[in-house]
Nanobody, 124 residues
């Protein structure tokens, strides 16, 4: 499975941005697809994830501002980011995994496939 992310850019605080990720190499729905991010000098952190069954999980820092969605027929996952803040500045990575549960959804080590990352910069 190869993941290709797109949609990053430079925006101002309060603006919106939409990230997209497409998975190639698999015809059946990927059980879990999500997003992580890594800010300069910080560790990679969980942002949001979505199962093929429609379960969505968000980090507290983005809940209410970001929305994750999937198209199982195409194995794509989007991240709609609204009310962006400077602290959202990071490289955003698309990730995919087999079946997960519980706290594993938020654990980057449980995801087997990763995209190349797309940079989101939010200016104040």
């Amino acid at each position: 499975v190869q993941l290709q992310a797109s949609g990053g850019g430079l925006v101002q605080a309060g603006d919106s941005l939409r990230l997209s990720c497409a998975a190639n190499g698999r015809t059946s729905p990927i059980p879990v697809m999500g997003w992580f991010r890594q800010a300069p000098g910080k560790e990679r952190e969980f942002v949001a994830t979505c199962t093929s069954g429609g379960i969505t999980i968000y980090s507290d820092s983005v809940k209410g501002r970001f929305t994750i969605s999937r198209d199982n027929t195409k194995n794509t996952v989007d991240l709609q980011m609204n009310s962006l803040k400077p602290e959202d500045t990071a490289v955003y990575y698309c990730a995919a995994s087999g079946f997960l549960s519980g706290i594993s959804y938020r654990n980057s080590n449980k995801y087997s496939y990763w995209g190349q990352g797309t940079l989101v910069t939010v200016s104040s």
